[in-house]
T-cell receptor, first 114, second 110 residues
Framework: DTEVTQTPKHLVMGMTNKKSLKCEQH?????MYWYKQKAKKPPELMFV???????INESVPSRFSPECPNSSLLNLHLHALQPEDSALYLC?????????????FGSGTQLSVL | GQQLNQSPQSMFIQEGEDVSMNCTSS?????WLWYKQDPGEGPVLLIA?????ELTSNGRLTAQFGITRKDSFLNISASIPSDVGIYFC??????????FGTGTSLTVIP
């Protein structure tokens, strides 16, 4: 089973809303990631969790707040987003962080901010 | 900073033709990965390469880890319409920093 599950698939929100993106993997991977991707561009790293601890925050605005409740789950809490935050948000996992061998991605959440 | 450059940026080919694309880096990589991404979906891992010179196949796909460890190549034989998508190379360099390539967009004309 090489599956990373993301919900919801699509999300439309206003700039004053609070919403959360969810990600789950049951591969026993100890590193989980959030990426942001604009159309026809490569994914851009936002956050990395290693062994349930935040290890990398790529200078992401505080309106994005990650959470790792346990080794299988990763959330991204959204608050007061801007229209330019509209993008495909991808969750990924890898067996470990050192070294990273392969990343497995979920199918993404297509976010539109109105 | 580090950048993985893919070429060509886009390709338009007839169904049944073979496809070649490559990925080059300014620094040495430990692993080369090739992903395919359909619109609105997450990247799907196609092939992983771990050693310089390694040649690996997955069905109609063949990828090679360059001898210099600074490049990789992906070939698709006898293309079909479902090969349409964006292909990304990716991998960790010797500093364990993970990078994605700029992407090659493939269109297959039936």
């Amino acid at each position: 089973d090489t599956e990373v599950t993301q919900t919801p698939k699509h999300l439309v929100m206003g700039m004053t809303n609070k919403k959360s993106l969810k990600c789950e993997q049951h591969m026993g991977h100890r590193a989980m990631y959030w990426y942001k991707q604009k159309a026809k561009k490569p994914p851009e790293l936002m956050f990395v969790y290693s062994y349930e601890k935040l290890s990398i925050n790529e200078s992401v605005p505080s309106r994005f707040s990650p959470e790792c409740p346990n080794s299988s789950l990763l959330n991204l809490h959204l608050h007061a987003l801007q229209p330019e935050d509209s993008a495909l948000y991808l969750c990924a996992s890898s067996r470990d962080r050192g070294p990273v061998e392969k990343l497995f991605f979920g199918s993404g959440t297509q976010l539109s901010v109105l | 900073g580090q950048q993985l450059n893919q070429s060509p940026q886009s390709m338009f080919i007839q169904e049944g033709e073979d496809v070649s694309m490559n990925c080059t880096s300014s620094s040495i990589f430990n692993t080369w990965l090739w992903y395919k991404q359909d619109p609105g979906e997450g990247p799907v891992l196609l092939i992983a390469l771990y050693k310089a010179g390694e040649l690996t196949s997955n069905g109609r796909l063949t990828a090679q880890f360059g001898i210099t460890r600074k490049d990789s190549f992906l070939n698709i034989s006898a293309s079909i319409p479902s090969d349409v998508g964006i292909y990304f190379c990716a991998g960790p360099n010797t500093g364990n920093q993970f990078y994605f390539g700029t992407g090659t967009s493939l269109t297959v004309i039936p």
